[in-house]
C-alpha cells in the first residue's frame, strides 16, 4: 500500500515548488507501495561496481570503460515494461534509449552534469528485482571528480543495504572506509566482496583480506562479517566464478527471508530524510518571513558582501595553485634524455651478449628486431612507472591545496549565511576527491622499416661479412631501432603526463567554483522566498506563516504516521 507520509511530504514538497525533491518523494513513495529496498553498490572508483552490477543483471545495463565511470545515481528496479528514464533536478523526466544511458550518466557523457542530471531509473524484468530489490549503481568514490563523491555521499541516507566492492591494490582507501563509517549506522545490512580476485594470488588475497577486515573491524567495533572474493568481468562474460555464484545466492536469500523488513525500514528512512529536508528549508524561510523587511534587506545585502569576493578569491587560489612547482620541461627532457642514453647503453650489452651466444650466423639476423623491442619494452615499462608514480604524487597534491582552498571558501559562506538568518545551516561537506589513475595507456609503435635497407642488406653482409664485422652491422641495427623506438614512447609517455595533468587541473577548478555557487545559491533562494512573500505585504507574510505552520504540522503528522 502506498505511503500516506510520503504521500503527505510529496505534497508539500510540490506546494513549495521543490519539484526536483517531490519527485524522489514521489520515487519512495512507489518503492513502497512495491515492498522495495535499496541495495546500492559502494566504493572506490574503477572497482568494478558498474561491471559487477550488470553480471547481476545477466546484460550491460551500467555503462563501463567510460573514465571516469558512473557520475549519477542509477536505480535498476523491476519493471515488466522495459524501458529507462532520466530524472532531471528541476523534476521532469524523459525516456531515453538504453544505449543512451551514458550521455547523461558519465564524466564523459555529461561532464560536470552540466545537463542537470539527478537520477536514471531504468525498469526490467528480473528474478532478483522481483524480489523488492532495488540496485543502485553509485559513482566511486576518491575520484579527480569531486562532485561524483558528493553525489554519493549525499545518497547514503537513502540506502537499505550497502554492498561495498573493494579491491587488492589497495584493500581498502580512506575514501572507502570513510564511506564505510557513514554508511553502516544508516544501512540495515553491510555486504563485502573483494573483486578482481582473479588477480590476486593465494598469500596476496590472505593479506588483502586481513588487513581490511582489521581496518573495517577497528572502524565498526564489530566484526565485518565473511568477505567474497569474485572476478566481476569473469562473471559478465559469463565464466564460473564461484564467488559470484555465492554472492548471487546471498542477495536472493536476503531479498526472501528479509526483504519485507528492509522495505519497512527503507520506507521510515525515506520518510524521515526527507521530512528533515524540508523542514530545513521552511526554518530558512521562516526566518526570512519573521525579520522585518528593511533588516532582511539588510541581512541579505551583508550576506551578498560577505560572500561577494568569494569567487575573485576562488579565482585567486586557483592562480597561485597553477604556479605551484611542477615538472619543469627543460628539466625532464634533459632527464628523458639521460634515460634513453643509459637504457640504449645497457640494452646494447646484452645485444653484444646475446650475439656471442648465437652461433648460427643466420639466426643473429632473427634475433635482433624482437630481442631490441622487448629490451625497449622494458625500459619503457619502467619510465612509463616512473612518470605514473610523478603524475600521481602531482595531482594528488594540487588536489588536496585546491580542496583545501574550498573548504575554507565554503566555511566562510557558511559562516555569513548563520551570522546574516540566525539558522543553523547543514554544512555543505567538500571533500578533497583523491586520484588514483590508472597506468598511462602506452601504444607501442614499430618504426617502418620497410625502406631500412638493412632489411635487405643485412642477409647478404652476413653470408659476406667475416664474423666480427656481420655482429658489429647487425649491432647497429639494434642501435638504430631502440634509439627510435625509446624516443618516440618516451615522447608519447610525456604527452599523455602533460594531458592528466592539466586535464586534473581543470576538472578540479570547475568542482571548487560548482561547488562554491551550489552552497550560495541554495541559500539565497530559500531566504529570497521568504523575502518575495514578505513585499507582498503583511496579509500575504501572514498567510505564508500559516502555510508554514499547515505543512510544519503536516510533517509532524507524517513523521508520526506508520
Same mark, same amino acid.
Given at each position: 500500500?502506498?505511503? +500516506? ?6 505534497? #508539500? ?194 593479506? =588483502? ?56 525500514? =527503507? ?39 560577505? @560572500? ?11 592562480? %597561485? ?23 640504449? =647503453? ?18 643473429? %639476423?632473427?634475433? #635482433? ?25 602531482? @595531482? ?92 618516440? +614512447? ?24 560548482? =561547488? ?47
Amino acid at each position: 500500500m502506498k505511503s +500516506n507520509a510520503l504521500n503527505d511530504l510529496e505534497r #508539500i514538497a510540490r506546494e513549495r515548488g521543490e519539484l526536483a525533491l517531490a519527485a524522489d518523494i514521489a520515487e519512495a513513495g512507489k518503492a513502497a507501495e512495491a515492498g522495495q529496498f535499496t541495495l546500492a553498490l559502494l566504493g572506490q572508483f574503477k572497482r568494478g561496481k558498474s561491471t559487477l552490477l550488470n553480471a547481476l543483471l545477466g546484460r550491460p545495463v551500467s555503462p563501463v570503460d567510460v573514465a571516469p565511470l558512473t557520475s549519477t545515481i542509477i536505480v535498476i528496479q523491476q519493471g515488466s515494461d522495459e524501458r529507462c528514464e532520466i530524472q532531471f533536478q528541476e523534476g521532469r523526466r524523459e525516456a531515453v534509449a538504453f544505449e543512451e544511458i551514458a550521455t547523461y550518466v558519465t564524466q564523459e557523457g555529461n561532464p560536470g552534469n552540466r545537463l542537470g542530471v539527478q537520477a536514471a531509473f531504468v525498469y526490467l524484468d528480473h528474478p532478483l528485482l522481483s524480489l523488492g530489490v532495488r540496485l543502485v549503481d553509485t559513482p566511486g568514490v576518491g575520484s579527480v571528480f569531486g562532485l561524483n563523491t558528493d553525489v554519493t555521499q549525499g545518497f547514503l541516507p537513502r540506502i537499505d543495504v550497502a554492498l561495498v566492492v573493494l579491491g587488492g591494490e589497495p584493500p581498502i582507501t580512506g575514501d572507502e572506509l570513510e564511506l564505510v563509517k557513514a554508511a553502516a549506522p544508516r544501512a540495515g545490512k553491510l555486504i563485502f566482496v573483494m573483486n578482481k580476485a582473479d588477480l590476486l594470488e593465494g598469500e596476496t588475497r590472505l593479506k =588483502a583480506e586481513a588487513f581490511a577486515r582489521k581496518v573495517i573491524g577497528e572502524a565498526l567495533a564489530c566484526d565485518p562479517g565473511p568477505f567474497l572474493f569474485l572476478s566481476a568481468r569473469r562473471a559478465v562474460r559469463g565464466e564460473e566464478d564461484g564467488g559470484f555464484r555465492e554472492l548471487a545466492r546471498t542477495l536472493e536469500e536476503l531479498a526472501r527471508e528479509a526483504g519485507g523488513q528492509l522495505a519497512a525500514l =527503507a520506507e521510515s528512512a525515506s520518510k524521515e530524510y526527507f521530512a528533515g529536508r524540508l523542514r530545513h528549508a521552511m526554518a530558512l524561510e521562516r526566518q526570512a518571513l519573521l525579520t522585518p523587511m528593511e533588516e532582511m534587506g539588510s541581512r541579505i545585502e551583508r550576506f551578498k558582501r560577505a @560572500v561577494e569576493d568569494v569567487e575573485d578569491l576562488a579565482l585567486a587560489a586557483q592562480s %597561485r595553485l597553477a604556479r605551484v612547482e611542477g615538472v619543469d620541461p627543460r628539466e625532464a627532457e634533459v632527464e628523458r634524455a639521460e634515460f634513453a642514453r643509459t637504457q640504449l =647503453a645497457a640494452a646494447l650489452k646484452r645485444v653484444d651478449q646475446a650475439l656471442r651466444e648465437t652461433r648460427e650466423r643466420w639466426a643473429r %639476423r632473427r634475433l #635482433i628486431q624482437p630481442l631490441s623491442e622487448r629490451l625497449v619494452r622494458e625500459a619503457v615499462a619502467a619510465w612509463l612507472q616512473r612518470a605514473t608514480d610523478e603524475t600521481l604524487r602531482l @595531482v594528488k597534491d594540487r588536489t588536496e591545496r585546491i580542496a583545501t582552498e574550498t573548504r575554507r571558501l565554503a566555511e566562510r559562506v557558511e559562516r555569513a549565511a548563520a551570522e546574516c538568518f540566525d539558522v543553523p545551516l547543514t554544512s555543505y561537506t567538500i571533500r578533497p576527491p583523491k586520484t588514483d589513475f590508472d597506468r598511462i595507456l602506452l601504444e607501442f609503435v614499430n618504426p617502418t622499416l620497410a625502406l631500412d635497407p638493412q632489411d635487405w642488406l643485412f642477409p647478404l653482409l652476413e653470408t659476406v661479412l667475416p664474423s666480427h664485422l656481420a655482429d658489429a652491422v647487425a649491432r647497429r641495427r639494434a642501435a638504430s631501432l631502440m634509439a627510435d623506438w625509446l624516443r618516440a +614512447n618516451l615522447y608519447a609517455i610525456e604527452e599523455r603526463r602533460v594531458e592528466e595533468l592539466d586535464g586534473a587541473m581543470r576538472l578540479l577548478q570547475q568542482d571548487m567554483m560548482q =561547488a562554491l555557487h551550489h552552497l550560495e545559491e541554495a541559500i539565497l533562494a530559500t531566504i529570497e522566498l521568504g523575502v518575495r512573500q514578505r513585499e507582498q505585504g503583511e496579509q500575504a507574510v501572514a498567510e505564508r506563516l500559516e502555510v508554514l505552520s499547515r505543512q510544519e504540522a503536516a510533517i509532524r503528522a507524517a513523521e508520526g504516521s506508520p
